[in-house]
């Protein structure tokens, strides 16, 4: 059953003539094509719909209407040049938005779809250049989320959807943060709950001599390799500081993302080390009458000894960690944190995603401790 939902707009802002964003909430265990019906004709005229997919929240819209990819642009505040990732629902659309499809692609597509992952190809010339960023590739990627897959099936497009989040804020992992943020600036927020994992998908480019992640996601590198042979990293999206001489292949990843309002600052070391230095961070701006947050695990909050901590899971759960990230720096948004500080996160197979995102939250702001 679904039923339309207006929510609280915490901190969402609607649009300059005061409309009011309509949400639609579905059971993703049990749904009809009725309950997406709208959705898809929006999409089909042109409009704005944000919709669950196992990653987090995505903004849709036709990928193939210049005029609807720039709406996307328009209402997220995202830099033009920054390319959109057509999602598809079979894997066949590949022969159509794609110049040429590498054996690479079939092998990947095979094993990992529907799921994470988004692979880069050559564009055919049906995509116009404001879905790519005036780029000659086209990111394409079919989602597993039951609700993000009949949606596109039935409005008959491919969809055309970053994060369905404001430029720069954490990404969305409930509609009720689609709504903070979009409120007034979309037609429509498809509800269907939390997402499952709560990271961006892994993009891997397979346009050069060498296939080549361009960002870490929940397909980790050694998956990829399992499948197609040697895999490289982009230098810059595994850097742990910013450097000035490394240039992100992938546009967006020069951007500031993920961030909250608060300055926030990772540290790295031991555990207890770690530990140590953030307490002290604690008592020093409680002292200056700061509002402090610590970014924390199930093994180590009740360590620290002031401010408000927020465990985003246990070491032992990765997934738990991935998934909890961006809901988490949301969090310290509400108390209104001016700091944060946070452990890092190097010890699990899907450190490279979740210290990517991290890093590039804080602005590269890492204290390393001996």
Same mark, same amino acid.
């Given at each position: 059953?679904?039923?339309?939902?207006?929510?609280?707009?915490?901190?969402?802002?609607?649009?300059?003539?005061?409309?009011?964003?309509?949400?639609?909430?579905?059971?993703?265990?049990?749904?009809?094509?009725?309950?997406?019906?709208?959705?898809?004709?929006? $999409?089909?005229? !042109?409009?704005?719909?944000?919709?669950?997919?196992?990653?987090?929240?995505?903004?849709?819209?036709?990928?193939?209407?210049?005029?609807?990819?720039?709406?996307?642009?328009?209402?997220?505040?995202?830099?033009?040049?920054?390319?959109?990732?057509?999602?598809?629902?079979?894997? %066949?659309?590949?022969?159509?938005?794609?110049?040429?499809?590498?054996?690479?692609?079939?092998?990947?597509?095979?094993?990992?779809?529907?799921?994470?992952?988004?692979?880069?190809?050559?564009?055919?010339?049906?995509?116009?250049?404001?879905?790519?960023?005036?780029?000659?590739?086209?990111?394409?990627?079919?989602?597993?989320?039951?609700?993000?897959?009949?949606?596109?099936?039935?409005?008959?497009?491919?969809?055309?959807?970053?994060?369905?989040?404001?430029?720069?804020?954490?990404?969305?992992?409930?509609?009720?943060?689609?709504?903070?943020?979009?409120? !007034?600036?979309?037609?429509? *927020?498809?509800?269907?709950?939390?997402?499952?994992?709560?990271?961006?998908?892994? *993009?891997?480019?397979?346009?050069?001599?060498?296939?080549?992640?361009?960002?870490?996601?929940?397909?980790?590198?050694?998956?990829?390799?399992?499948?197609?042979?040697?895999?490289?990293?982009? @230098?810059?999206?595994?850097?742990?500081?910013?450097?000035?001489?490394?240039?992100?292949?992938?546009? !967006?990843? @020069?951007?500031?993302?993920?961030?909250? @309002?608060?300055?926030?600052?990772?540290?790295?070391?031991?555990?207890?080390?770690?530990?140590?230095? *953030?307490?002290?961070?604690?008592?020093?701006?409680?002292?200056?009458?700061?509002?402090? !947050?610590?970014?924390?695990?199930?093994?180590?909050?009740?360590?620290?000894?002031?401010?408000?901590?927020?465990?985003?899971?246990?070491?032992?759960?990765?997934?738990?960690?991935?998934?909890?990230?961006?809901?988490?720096?949301?969090?310290?948004?509400?108390?209104?944190? %001016?700091?944060?500080?946070?452990?890092?996160?190097?010890?699990?197979?899907?450190?490279?995603?979740?210290?990517?995102? $991290?890093?590039?939250?804080?602005?590269?702001?890492?204290?390393?401790?001996?």
């Amino acid at each position: 059953m679904n039923r339309d939902e207006v929510l609280t707009p915490v901190r969402g802002t609607g649009g300059e003539d005061g409309r009011i964003t309509k949400v639609i909430k579905i059971d993703r265990e049990r749904f009809s094509v009725a309950d997406v019906e709208e959705a898809a004709v929006l $999409l089909r005229a !042109g409009k704005l719909v944000a919709f669950p997919t196992e990653t987090v929240y995505g903004l849709g819209a036709n990928a193939l209407d210049e005029t609807a990819a720039k709406r996307i642009y328009a209402a997220k505040g995202r830099p033009s040049d920054n390319p959109l990732i057509v999602h598809i629902a079979e894997m %066949d659309a590949l022969s159509e938005l794609a110049a040429e499809v590498p054996k690479e692609a079939i092998r990947l597509g095979e094993a990992f779809w529907p799921g994470p992952l988004t692979m880069i190809l050559k564009k055919s010339p049906i995509v116009p250049d404001g879905t790519t960023g005036g780029l000659g590739t086209v990111a394409v990627r079919l989602p597993s989320d039951p609700i993000a897959r009949e949606l596109i099936r039935l409005s008959g497009v491919y969809v055309a959807a970053p994060s369905a989040n404001a430029s720069g804020r954490p990404s969305t992992t409930t509609a009720q943060h689609v709504y903070e943020d979009l409120n !007034g600036r979309i037609d429509m *927020i498809l509800d269907g709950g939390p997402v499952s994992i709560g990271l961006e998908s892994t *993009i891997v480019d397979l346009t050069g001599d060498v296939p080549m992640i361009l960002r870490p996601g929940y397909i980790t590198k050694e998956q990829l390799e399992a499948v197609i042979g040697p895999v490289e990293y982009d @230098k810059a999206v595994i850097a742990k500081q910013m450097q000035e001489n490394v240039v992100a292949k992938a546009p !967006g990843m @020069k951007y500031r993302h993920y961030a909250p @309002k608060g300055e926030l600052t990772i540290y790295e070391g031991t555990q207890e080390a770690v530990v140590a230095a *953030i307490n002290v961070e604690i008592v020093k701006r409680l002292s200056e009458g700061k509002i402090v !947050g610590v970014l924390a695990t199930d093994e180590t909050a009740a360590a620290y000894i002031g401010g408000t901590v927020y465990s985003i899971g246990s070491r032992r759960d990765e997934e738990s960690i991935a998934a909890h990230l961006y809901r988490t720096l949301r969090e310290f948004d509400e108390i209104g944190a %001016d700091y944060i500080y946070s452990e890092s996160f190097d010890d699990n197979p899907l450190s490279s995603a979740i210290m990517n995102r $991290l890093r590039k939250a804080a602005g590269y702001r890492t204290v390393m401790i001996p």
